[in-house]
């Protein structure tokens, strides 16, 4: 039976393009969305319109929590300004693998190369600080497996467990099984 998708496991990780660095989540992301667009033209001819397509435009906007200090944000904020790409993985918590051979943990994603096209702070007197920016894709996005850096998963929570025997709290406050190697 199919499941509703829940937007909490999916969160966002970014890095500086060519960077040899871990990639990095944006801390406090409260959501985001992609949108796809490709625009259509008919060409009239004696034969018949001839359907012709635009390159497929691919935008991501992100809207998360200030934090006082967060290296991320600072790095996404400076991208815009000294205009240079970005790497972003959506990393879905609940499409998680483990490997029998060597115990690695991964995860389904989806991998972009881009640029923030837009990139906005806000300061409320009585709300948190906010900001909200566009990733614009530069070709097309691909379909992956990703390893999250040591101890994300720890601060990322817990994934929906059924009611069934068969699926066991294996992560948030689950104490973690000595007897089993992946633990």
């Known amino acids: 039976m199919a499941k509703i998708a829940n937007g ?14 871990e990639a990095a989540k944006l801390v406090f992301q409260t959501e985001h969305s992609k949108s796809y667009s490709r625009d259509r033209e008919a ?9 012709g397509s635009a390159a497929l435009e691919d935008e991501v906007s ?23 790409a970005v790497e972003m993985w959506e990393v879905d918590l609940a499409d998680k693998e483990v490997d029998d051979t060597d115990s690695t ?16 702070t ?3 007197s009585e709300d948190n600080p906010e900001v909200e920016g566009t ?28 009611v069934l025997q068969e699926d ?8 973690p099984d000595e007897t089993d190697p992946v633990a």
């Open 43 to 51: 060409t009239p001819t004696k034969d018949g319109n001839v359907q």
């Open 62 to 84: 992100i809207t998360a929590l200030q934090s006082e200090e967060d290296p991320t944000f600072t790095m996404l904020e400076d991208s815009i300004v000294d205009d240079y």
């Open 8 to 21: 909490v496991h999916k969160v966002l990780y970014f890095r500086k393009l060519g960077e040899a660095s």
């Open 168 to 175: 066991p709290a294996d992560d948030g406050l689950a104490e």
């Open 122 to 124: 806000t300061d409320g």
């Open 105 to 120: 943990t991964t995860f389904g994603a989806e991998y972009r190369q881009g640029y923030i096209t837009e990139w906005e």
């Open 135 to 162: 990733f614009l894709t530069s070709g097309t996005r691909q379909k992956g497996r990703a390893t999250l850096p040591e101890g994300d998963l720890e601060t990322l929570s817990y994934v929906f467990h059924d």
